[in-house]
């Protein structure tokens, strides 16, 4: 089994190294290309996998292709692969707003192509990516992609017209969770706590409360009313965030992100 990255910054060398350490596929089956030297060697050094001098020589012989470069050189990048990929290779697409049918038209209606939006905590191995595909994909092909995806979080199947959704909700969304972590920390710097231990304190009742989420399966508002003691401290809290509009202004955030998405 052979894979090929085009592109080798922060995203897919995370993306690389749970894949490595799930022993998915070995070091020196991976090959990475990138038009930064530095990340290249960068790669090459920390996670000893083969490295590239053209994106054609790292696609050639893949079984699978992951595109981790930006969308705005999409135009320049996808032409070069298509050159020298086949009918039994399964790329695999990072950039939000770059729809199945765009990438049909590029690299060929034949091509089994996947699309995904994982996010930055794929670094610690907390990644959250949402999948979907075209019809040429196999089952069995698909099945190997979610264990790649896995390794380095969790995998998400939707459907496509929900992917700029995805980048909303998960994709950008740990923006707006270190935003949330930041002002708590302010916050708490402001009533007399250190900063260090803030920052600590904020991350971690962010890290809990989410577990809370994920493992109780409650819905976040009955976990929320858990904490709202009649005449409280919390609820006093909640009063201030309703009046400043917080869970609509989320909202109106998400719903930028995602038309910007579909702008892209």
């Known amino acids: 089994m052979k894979l090929a990255v085009i592109g080798l910054g922060n995203m897919a060398t995370a993306m690389i190294s749970g894949i490595i350490r799930a022993k998915l596929v070995a070091p020196s089956d991976i090959y990475g290309s990138d038009v930064n030297p530095s990340q290249t060697q960068k790669a090459q050094t920390d996670l000893k996998i083969n490295t590239c001098a053209t ?41 939000p707003g770059k729809t199945l049918s765009y990438l049909e038209d590029k690299l060929g209606t034949n091509a089994s192509i996947v699309r995904i939006m994982p ?62 972590i930041e002002a708590m920390a302010d916050g708490a710097v402001a009533e007399g706590l250190d900063r260090a231990t803030a920052v600590r304190m904020a991350a971690q009742a962010v890290l809990g409360s989410a577990k809370m989420v994920l493992e109780t399966r409650k819905h976040p508002g009955e976990l929320k009313d858990m904490v709202c003691s009649p005449a409280g401290t919390t609820i006093e809290a909640v009063a201030v965030l309703e009046e400043g509009a917080f869970r609509g202004t989320v909202m109106d955030a998400m719903s930028a992100c995602a038309e910007k998405s579909r702008k892209i």
């Not at 990644?127 to 995998?155: H, I, P, Q, W, Y």
């Open 119 to 180: 996010n930055t905590p794929a670094l610690v191995g907390e990644g959250c990516t949402g999948v979907c595909r075209n019809a040429n994909v196999s089952d069995e092909g698909f099945t190997f992609v979610m264990k790649l995806l896995s390794s380095f979080g969790k995998a998400f199947e939707v459907a496509e017209h929900a992917m700029d959704a995805v980048v909303a909700v998960s994709g950008s969304s740990p923006a707006y969770v270190f935003m949330l």
């Open 55 to 95: 994106n054609e020589e790292a696609v050639k012989g893949s079984d699978y292709v992951i595109i981790a470069v930006k969308p705005q050189v999409y135009e320049s990048v996808l032409p070069e692969i298509r050159a020298c990929l086949n009918d039994a290779q399964t790329v695999i697409s990072i950039a």
